[in-house]
């Protein structure tokens, strides 16, 4: 099962038409007069999008639902076939996932080292972090204090970069015998742009639960969780 969360800014959002039921089929009848079908729907898809501006919007899919649709994560996602995830991705795919002497998630020769911290969870984010602000492709300039700046556009590329190593990431979970549930975060601002993934495990949390807390940068969450596994969850209860 795949749980792609996606942060969208939080705006003022106006509040949908008062609606009465009527006895009338397929109407709804707001201040002012009656609606049609067509009319209504369309009132209910403005309503749908202010909702989306306020809230971070999840859709899971088990894997009958999913191969019966034809669904293919990301792919409504414009651009994304046209993205490289560089060496990054090549040295994953080669490396694969394994456990570490705690049994922390890790792609060997690729994981960096870090101190046996209590937490597998936070210990997994500091072992499997990498800068995409170091892929080619991504342009970062020089300000006038020395400081990095990256450009809204490159910033958006590095987010795709990371949706890519997501996918990637899932794809190696799932050969592993245990399947482990995963939480994959890309985060992208205007100096630099890192992707992580850590197991999901229940009462471990990295992320805080509002991700438009984040406000200075922006951030893909990608989730995935085995059939039947309930595996936790990045955020709090």
């Known amino acids: 099962m795949l749980d792609a969360e996606i942060p969208i800014k939080a705006v003022p959002a106006a509040a949908p038409p008062a609606c009465n039921r009527t006895k009338a089929k397929h109407q709804i009848t707001p201040r002012g007069g009656a609606l049609g079908p067509r009319a209504a729907l369309a009132a209910l898809t403005s309503a749908l999008s202010n909702i989306m501006l306020r809230y971070v919007i999840s859709m899971r899919l088990n894997e009958a639902a999913a191969s019966g649709l034809g669904y ?49 969870t936070y210990r997994e984010t500091q072992r499997n972090s990498w800068h995409l602000d170091d892929h080619p492709a991504v342009h970062v300039e020089v300000d006038d204090e020395g400081g990095p700046r990256i450009s809204h556009e490159h910033q958006l590329h590095m987010l795709k970069q990371g949706i890519l190593l997501s996918r990637l990431v899932l794809v190696l979970a799932a050969g592993l015998p245990d399947r482990p549930p995963l939480c994959c975060i890309t985060s ?50």
Request: proline content about 7%; cysteine-free; charged content about 20%.
């Open 188 to 237: 992208a601002n205007d100096t630099n742009g890192v992707f992580r993934f850590h197991q999901l495990r229940p009462g471990e949390t990295w992320l805080q639960g509002d991700l438009d807390l984040y406000a200075q940068e922006m951030l893909i969450v990608v989730e995935s969780r085995p059939t039947g596994q309930g595996g936790g969850t990045s955020q709090p209860a």
């Open 72 to 120: 293919q994560p990301f792919a409504a996602i414009p651009g994304l076939d046209d993205v490289d995830a560089g060496e990054l991705a090549t040295r994953m795919a080669a490396g694969g996932l394994a456990r570490d002497e705690l049994g922390g998630l890790i792609i060997p020769g690729l994981s960096f080292k870090v101190p046996d911290f209590a937490e597998l």
